[in-house]
């Protein structure tokens, strides 16, 4: 796997706790869009047979969205990926990236969970390696 996709992974992965904070903001951000205000007066006033389509046109800026689907694939690729994960996998991944403040290295989660330096190593790219699949890349 090419260090920039591990990377790329690992971020995505350490965001997975407040994703759905971000999530909200992003979706508060689109239906609440900030208009300057405008001088209604020129041009004789408002048109008394306008048509209002606001709510169409949220609903398809909500769905179309690439940056808020993007974060929904995320975690969804992410949530999806933990649960078929092993107990010891888990724990690995939820000490080095998920965890506030790690406590952990490499090599005392090794020691923590009885493995090999070699086996984290290699448990943290399997499942890197299926996050990795589910997001196409």
């Given at each position: ?6 990377n790329y992974i ?28 405008k001088d209604e ?97």
């Open positions: 796997m090419k260090r920039s996709t591990f690992a971020d995505i992965i350490r965001e997975y706790p407040t994703i759905d904070e971000y999530i909200h903001n992003r979706e508060q951000e689109l239906t609440y869009r900030y208009q300057e205000l007066n020129v041009g004789g006033g408002r048109a008394l047979n306008k048509h209002d389509e606001s709510v169409a046109e949220l609903a398809i800026t909500v769905a179309e969205d690439r940056r808020l689907n993007n974060l929904r694939r995320n975690e969804r690729v992410v949530r999806e990926s933990l649960e078929e994960s092993d107990a010891i996998t888990k724990d690995i991944i939820y000490e080095l990236y998920i965890r506030e403040n790690c406590m952990y290295t490499l090599e005392g989660l090794s020691q923590k969970a009885h493995l090999s330096l070699a086996a984290v190593k290699k448990r943290r790219l399997r499942f890197f390696e299926k996050v990795a699949e589910k997001l196409g890349l």
